[in-house]
């Protein structure tokens, strides 16, 4: 059962209750209790409808945000295998460690690799130190390419190709 169906069904039965207490409380046609026309009630239910129906669709929007979070980026380190001949391409602001293997720099047309440890810039083509925290400045193509199967740790958006 979908959440639009759940949430519909929640609804209704809240209204269905209500009305029934509320039915139960008077005597139909008084001053507290008037007679209502169908089409009141009708225009009512449709706004109803409506109401419950684009709640539903905010509802699947907020949903697919929250999963759509965890998709781009990381808040902690993944362990990533590349095969040889792969890379792996991050994204801005994307840490890489080496963890075994071996992996050249990918380098764009702005630059290489910052090495933090070393307080370098890797250029393009040079080996990656292993234990070294590497960041990619920009999302421009950069990362690195697997000479050898790698073993990275990775925190932040990353593609394999």
Do not use: C, F, W
Request: charge should be negative; hydrophobic fraction near 35%; glycine fraction near 12%.
């Amino acid at each position: 059962m979908t959440k639009k169906m759940k949430l519909g069904m929640i609804m209704l039965a809240t209204l269905v209750v209500g009305s029934s207490v509320y039915a139960a409380k008077g005597d139909a046609g008084s001053s507290n209790d008037p007679l209502v026309t169908k089409s009141y009630v009708d225009s009512k239910v449709t706004q109803l409808q409506k109401t419950v129906e684009v709640q539903a669709s905010m509802i699947d929007l907020l949903t697919q945000e929250i999963n759509n979070m965890g998709k781009e980026e990381s808040s902690s380190y993944e362990v990533v295998t590349v095969p040889a001949g792969q890379s792996i391409v991050g994204k801005q602001g994307t840490e890489i460690i080496v963890r075994s293997g071996n992996g050249q720099v990918l380098a764009s047309d702005g630059g290489g690799l910052q090495d933090m440890t070393e307080g370098t810039d890797l250029l393009g083509g040079s080996e990656i130190p292993k234990y070294h925290l590497v960041i990619i400045p920009r999302e421009d193509g950069r990362g690195i390419y697997a000479t050898k199967d790698l073993i990275v740790m990775v925190r932040g958006g990353y593609n394999i190709q």
